[in-house]
């Protein structure tokens, strides 16, 4: 067997092993070798190289690719990277003509071609990722539609909401993240291919071809841009950081609502682990994991940010670090995703404890507050009437519901019987605004959620 004629410089082993990516970056040997396919395409196309050789190329290509995919290719270190290995594997199986696939083509555009390639289809995985939770999410609300829970703000019970309009919040943040995605997927969706090492290549090459063979909608406008932009990389990882941040704030209310102190649900027990000293537990771990991946994802991003930062144009090695971090935040990310939709599915709500909670009506002293401007006195001295009131309540240990009329009337004259026809219901009821917690406008919210969640 002939060994190929690539050469690399670096002869310190300890300085090659410090710069080979060839351990992370043959996760990319597919969008490598369809990259390389659709060029030799082009080069035969164009006539730079023969009809046969692009044939000969190819076929060689394609078996390479099999034996990556049935694990008997031997990834070398001494090679450095990806493209490496793969044309010195070439090489080994068709003899010089391999050393014509690299005309018109630079490992700074060939790698450029492979990220964007690599992150497109990420892109589309994990928008889909992000739609199936959702799903979940809907299902959960829609067979919930009539639990009222307190609403919370400063983590202190604030007014009564839906607990399908909640869990909608959420619903809307996702599709905020798929939205970034889309956006982030139109600024990948460019072919960097033919900007050579950087100032572009001196062959009468086709473009517009080979985007169209890898199904790219354009081509890049500056080669010293197209060889040193990461961009691409950048924004998938701050959409991927806003997305788990929405992640890590529905783990966090679901640790706190599966607690003993809130119970409003539970998670199913293929979730939750038990511990192995205290036999009543059943830790959330899914959810705390999902909150507390957060961390590496942010990390990633400020990483890539940090290597970028100054970098002189074009290509620099530096560049090289971009591929860990990743892809430690797509799998990172879509595994997250994936194990919380399958937690949230096992999902039980507790109905009774919900309830429970509200048992002393505080929740709603914005009602009580409203029913007063509604009998003419402003909101600020209704405010103050309705402080004064649970104040009152409180220091006597009942709820709004079980005053007397004699006590409600000390505060205003203007209480009335009706004073007593406010509910939790009645309270959701009323806010029937856009976007509002009544049912009416949650039942239009869920069939809007089911539409954009539809595979
Ligand atoms: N392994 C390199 C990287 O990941 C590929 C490009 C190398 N180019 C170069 N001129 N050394 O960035």
Not at 282 to 310: F, Q, W
């Amino acid at each position: 067997m002939k060994s190929s004629p690539i050469k690399l410089s670096m002869t310190d082993k300890q300085a090659r092993d410090y710069g080979a990516s060839i351990p992370f970056d043959r996760r990319l040997y597919r969008q490598d070798i369809e990259g390389s396919i659709a060029h030799a395409r082009m080069l035969a196309k164009q006539e730079i190289i023969a009809g046969g050789e692009a044939a000969v190329i190819i076929k060689g290509l394609d078996s390479i690719r099999k034996e990556i995919e049935r694990g008997r290719f031997q990834f070398r270190t001494e090679l450095e990277d990806i493209h490496m290995n793969i044309e010195a594997r070439l090489f080994e199986k068709i003899g010089e003509t391999a050393g014509k696939l690299h005309t018109a083509r630079s490992r700074n555009d060939q790698m450029a071609l492979d990220l964007r390639l690599f992150v497109k289809e990420e892109i589309l995985k994990t928008v889909d990722k992000i739609r199936a939770l959702q799903a979940v999410l809907v299902e959960l609300a829609g067979a919930n539609k009539d639990v009222i829970m307190p609403g919370y703000t400063h983590l202190q019970q604030a007014q009564p909401v839906l607990l399908a309009h909640h869990l909608l919040a959420y619903f809307e943040m996702f599709q905020r993240d798929k939205e970034r995605f889309h956006d982030c997927l139109g600024r990948t969706d460019v072919m960097p291919l033919g900007s050579g090492a950087l100032g572009g290549v001196p062959y009468h090459i086709d473009r517009e071809f080979v985007a169209q063979e890898l199904g790219f909608s354009k081509v890049s406008t500056n080669s010293l841009d197209a060889v040193s932009d990461r961009d691409f990389i950048i924004e998938y990882e701050a959409a991927a950081a806003i997305t788990i941040m929405h992640l890590s704030r529905l783990a966090e209310e679901l640790v706190l609502w599966s607690s003993n102190e809130f119970g409003f649900i539970k998670i199913g027990e293929a979730f939750t682990t038990g511990s192995s000293i205290m036999p009543q537990k059943k830790n959330p771990d899914v959810a705390e994991l999902a909150r507390g991946k957060t961390g590496r994802v942010y990390g990633h991003l400020m990483g890539m940010l940090t290597i970028m930062k100054s970098l002189p144009l074009a290509y620099n090695r530096d560049m090289q670090e971009d591929k860990e971090g990743l892809f430690d935040t797509v799998d990172t990310l879509q595994a997250s995703l994936a194990v919380s939709a399958g937690m949230i599915k096992t999902i039980k709500i507790n109905a009774g404890r919900i309830a429970q909670a509200m048992k002393t009506d505080y929740v709603l002293a914005t009602d009580l507050a409203d029913y007063l401007v509604k009998k003419g006195l402003p909101f600020r001295r209704a405010h103050g009437v309705v402080a004064r009131l649970s104040e009152y309540a409180m220091s006597k240990g009942k709820s709004f519901r079980e005053l007397g009329r004699k006590e409600y009337r000390e505060f205003s004259p203007l209480f009335a019987g009706d004073v007593y026809d406010i509910t939790l219901a009645s309270s959701v009821v009323a806010r029937n605004v856009a976007g509002g917690t009544s049912p009416q406008q949650v039942a239009k919210a869920l069939r809007r959620a089911r539409r954009l969640t539809k595979k």
